[in-house]
């Protein structure tokens, strides 16, 4: 580092490091850390203490090589000597905890304890679904709706537009070009303001959807059940119908859902009379349809086989039909939650 001057142009009554206060040794280590490129980020420390370490910083004068050393010899024994850190407080906690406890659970304890989420509010705002943020741009201003916008990835940006109508997606992206005066108080006030709105919201208890729930449930359901079902929500809500048709799956959906390279891997996971007893009580059309649909993409041998035991079954109850066809259904969506399969998303999935 060259020859340096004295200590007593940090403090005048040093001369050397047992004079310096922790807070000086501090930004010795952290000036030191910086000058070899270190990626140091101390956004996360109370503001007094990054004005602190600033104005040290600023006011510090060169130091002599032995208090470097001390210093740094001082700082490497406290690091070796210290176990395991904690975060301080409910906020910490919440930020080591995050995305290992529920959305509920977490939400909750922000509310017990006062706290609000931590970090840059537009981070949390730009990692938002488009979806989501559809509301906040409709009852916000042009000006706030641009700068939302103008912080969003351009993909991201571009889908929330065309959801939009196209007179308010036009003045949106004019406002745009007005943001440039826009100064770093204003967008931090913004964000922060924007940030607290969608921590008023409630996240929700339940990982699915309405539909997607309704449509879970549904699977399951008798085939007039369900139809009765649909039925009576096409009268009161038909959007809300074709959301649920969307999420349903069952046995006649297969040919629509399922690739015909993951036909064979389905059938290993089944069991065979399950799959005997579904294909044999395949009366409808769109039953038939996907019977043959797997027994035509997997291997000829076994389709062969399955086709003797479905001769040898005879007529098939319909009962008996309906629980083996759940049961295929079930060992599929098992196989989708575990990541071994991917189901095929349809516009027009048919409900059965």
Do not use: C
């Amino acid at each position: 580092m060259g020859t340096l001057t004295p200590l007593a142009q940090i403090a005048p009554s040093a001369q050397n490091q047992t004079a310096l206060t922790r807070r000086q040794k501090a930004a010795i280590i952290i000036r030191l850390a910086v000058s070899h490129g270190a990626e140091m980020s101390l956004q996360d420390l109370p503001d007094d203490l990054q004005v602190d370490l600033t104005r040290i910083l600023g006011d510090m004068r060169p130091i002599t090589r032995d208090t470097l050393h001390e210093v740094v010899e001082e700082f490497a024994v406290e690091l070796e000597g210290l176990g395991l850190t904690f975060p301080r407080g409910v906020a910490g906690a919440l930020s080591v905890l995050d995305g290992r406890i529920s959305p509920h659970t977490a939400a909750r304890l922000r509310k017990e304890a006062g706290v609000r989420q931590t970090g840059d509010p537009w981070e949390r705002i730009a990692a938002l679904d488009p979806q989501k943020l559809l509301p906040v741009i409709e009852s916000e201003s042009l000006e706030v709706s641009a700068i939302i916008l103008s912080k969003l990835d351009i993909s991201k940006a571009a889908e929330l537009l065309g959801l939009l109508p196209g007179d308010k997606a036009r003045r949106i992206a004019y406002a745009v070009s007005q943001t440039s005066s826009v100064t770093a108080d204003a967008l931090d006030r913004i964000g922060i303001s924007l940030a607290a709105q969608l921590e008023s919201v409630p996240d929700s208890v339940f990982e699915q959807g309405p539909a997607a729930r309704v449509g879970a449930i549904l699977n399951f359901s008798t085939a007039s059940a369900r139809d009765e079902v649909l039925t009576g929500l096409d009268e009161t809500d038909r959007d809300f119908a074709d959301e649920v048709r969307k999420a349903i799956f069952t046995f006649v959906n297969i040919p629509d859902r399922i690739a015909p390279r993951d036909i064979p891997k389905v059938v290993r996971e089944l069991e065979q009379a399950d799959l005997v007893t579904a294909i044999g009580g395949a009366v409808s059309e769109q039953e038939k349809r996907a019977a043959e649909y797997v027994l035509g993409n997997m291997s000829a041998r076994l389709a062969d086989s399955i086709r003797d035991e479905v001769a040898d079954l005879g007529k098939v109850k319909p009962k008996d039909a309906e629980a083996a066809m759940n049961a295929v259904v079930a060992a599929i969506r098992e196989m989708e939650a575990a990541g071994e399969l991917l189901l095929i998303a349809g516009e027009e999935d048919q409900d059965g």
